[in-house]
């Protein structure tokens, strides 16, 4: 009789059974080999058609362990052909970094240049650039390198009320321009031809009850339009104005979006924070409004002035700076913190000169009572024209400014008869910044534009344009044009008329090459200029004769022939 031990033991041989059951011990094992190479394990299941595709993984051998099989995947996903499963990231990192320095080689080098030229000190300039150009700060000293005087000038006319708004994509394809009168032109920039109009609508108050006209469900604006901003890709164009509607166009297809509402005052100023569809909106109604355009919906609303806000702008972080008009303060708002710090407003002119500002009238004394336009140099730097006629450069870590011109567009002469000549200053109804440069503009009703610029160490600016715009300046903005503008751009190579005008010549000043369009990249630079002969905001200005009409004008400034930077 054999013996139990050896009966048992025989009983107990592994088997397909026996080898099943300890399958899931193993197959843990394996789950987390797979998940470390990226392959999702195969799961088990009771069903039999899972169980035969998991019998036909096997190998012939019964007795192969789990750990022997290949359980990569046959069909690994698409990659691109440069990236390799294999990579380390201390590889990756340095083949992407090969790879921008090929592209920022090719792209000084392109079509413009000599390849001789594109040397490693030219290279580690745009390196340097693109560093200060994510961290937010000025990186482009570019003033000293343009002519502010020679220009080309395209005028656009189409409004029959005062412009309130104009402003140009980012790839200087499309201008866009609001008016009193409710409508809203679009342009292209190229030719300066119109394009589309976004008329009025009617709101039609007749009828009873639900027969009545839902203004929530009308697609455009039914009041003046005083607001616009377009996005950085281009794709949205927002609007606002006394009808308290934020309106969302498509650009291409030239079609109403969506309209948010919620303010409950009339919106004065939109802007889109760079790179993103973020919005922001500045209303009467004392407070600053968020929307994400990605998702067509409304995030959040700030609180915080004493008056109406009048101006607001963004720039590529997650925040904003507003002017609070007559509670005469700017607020530098961090959106994730929901707060917004007070800066006050511009000091009070006891002599004419401000501070550190030459002086124009020394015996009259100008008291700031409001502040009328504010635009953000990088994200720590701005600067504000108020109703004294003063510009002022704001840092966020001072609570006053850095420093202030004063009377920047001179003085307003009115005959009085029992005063005689009264003088007041003309106020700064916009300002617009050149984003991360030293170069701002700033627009009143004395019939000129000024362009500004700021020192090497932000500590004031200086005058270095004049350009004419009669009328009121309503809207300003100015912007980089792409490579390649000039050449397609009709209007780019005809002389300025108001040049011709004044110097009997008006030969455009040719297209200079220097190391700084080679590092910056910017070759011709584009303000955006809305005009009218009325404030945009009232009518208690009225600019009428001396060549002020109702319209648009874009003007290119080109680099000085010859300089070198």
Request: aromatic residues 8%; contains cysteine.
């Amino acid at each position: 009789m054999p013996d139990a031990f050896f009966a048992s033991k025989k009983r107990k041989r592994p088997s397909s059974s026996s080898s099943t059951k300890k399958q899931p011990h193993r197959d843990d094992k394996s789950s987390r080999l797979s998940k470390s190479n990226g392959v999702q394990p195969k799961s088990k299941s009771k069903k039999p058609r899972r169980d035969e595709e998991l019998d036909s993984d096997r190998t012939d051998q019964d007795d192969a362990a789990i750990d022997d099989l290949d359980l990569h995947a046959d069909d690994e996903p698409d990659s691109s052909g440069d990236e390799d499963i294999d990579e380390t990231p201390a590889e990756k990192r340095l083949r992407l970094a090969k790879l921008y320095l090929q592209n920022v080689t090719e792209g000084l080098a392109e079509g413009e240049f000599d390849a001789a030229e594109v040397d490693k000190e030219l290279i580690s300039a745009r390196l340097r650039q693109d560093v200060l150009e994510n961290s937010g700060k000025l990186h482009l000293f570019i003033a000293d390198a343009y002519n502010f005087t020679s220009i080309s000038r395209l005028r656009c006319r189409g409004h029959r009320l005062s412009v309130t708004s104009a402003v140009a994509t980012e790839d200087a394809k499309y201008l866009f321009t609001a008016s009193k009168d409710g409508t809203i032109n679009k342009w292209d920039l190229r030719t300066g031809q119109k394009t589309a109009t976004f008329y009025k609508q009617r709101l039609d108050h007749k009828g009873k009850g639900k027969e009545r006209e839902n203004p929530f469900d009308i697609k455009g604006h039914t009041d003046e339009v005083l607001a616009l901003a377009v996005s950085s890709n281009g794709q949205y164009l927002a609007s606002a104005g006394k009808d308290k509607k934020v309106g969302v166009w498509d650009t291409e297809k030239n079609q109403w979006v969506k309209g948010f509402w919620g303010h409950k005052d009339l919106i004065s100023s939109i802007a889109f924070r760079k790179g993103t569809l973020q919005l922001y909106s500045g209303s009467f109604d004392r407070t600053v409004k968020l929307f994400d355009l990605s998702v067509l919906g409304y995030v959040e609303t700030l609180f915080g002035h004493q008056d109406t806000i009048v101006s607001i702008d963004a720039l590529r972080g997650e925040t904003a700076v507003t002017a609070g008009a007559r509670d005469r303060t700017l607020r530098y708002w961090k959106i994730p913190e929901k707060n917004g710090g007070a800066f006050e407003g511009h000091e009070s002119d006891e002599d004419g000169e401000g501070k550190k500002g030459k002086g124009i009238e020394k015996e009259k004394t100008f008291v700031e009572g409001s502040i009328e336009c504010v635009a953000m140099v990088d994200e720590t730097n701005f600067v504000s024209g108020g109703d004294t006629g003063s510009i002022c450069l704001w840092n966020t870590q001072k609570k006053k400014p850095v420093f202030t011109h004063a009377l920047c567009h001179g003085l307003h002469e009115v005959e009085s008869s029992t005063e005689g000549t009264v003088k007041t200053p003309r106020w700064i109804t916009s300002v617009a910044c050149l984003r991360y440069s030293d170069v701002f503009a700033s627009g009143s009703w004395d019939g000129t534009i000024r362009l500004w610029k700021l020192d090497s160490k932000l500590k004031s600016f200086s005058l270095v344009g004049t350009v004419s715009a009669p009328g009121v300046v309503n809207s300003l903005q100015l912007i980089p044009a792409p490579k390649g503008f000039l050449d397609s751009a009709s209007w780019t190579g005809s002389p300025d008329p108001d040049l011709i005008a004044k110097t009997g010549t008006g030969t455009p000043v040719p297209n200079g090459k220097s190391s700084m369009v080679k590092i910056t990249g910017i070759e011709t630079l584009l303000l955006v200029a809305g005009l009218g002969q009325e404030h945009r905001l009232g009518r208690w200005l009225t600019v009428k004769g001396e060549g002020a009409v109702n319209s648009t004008v874009v003007m290119a400034f080109r680099p000085r022939v010859g300089h070198d930077s």
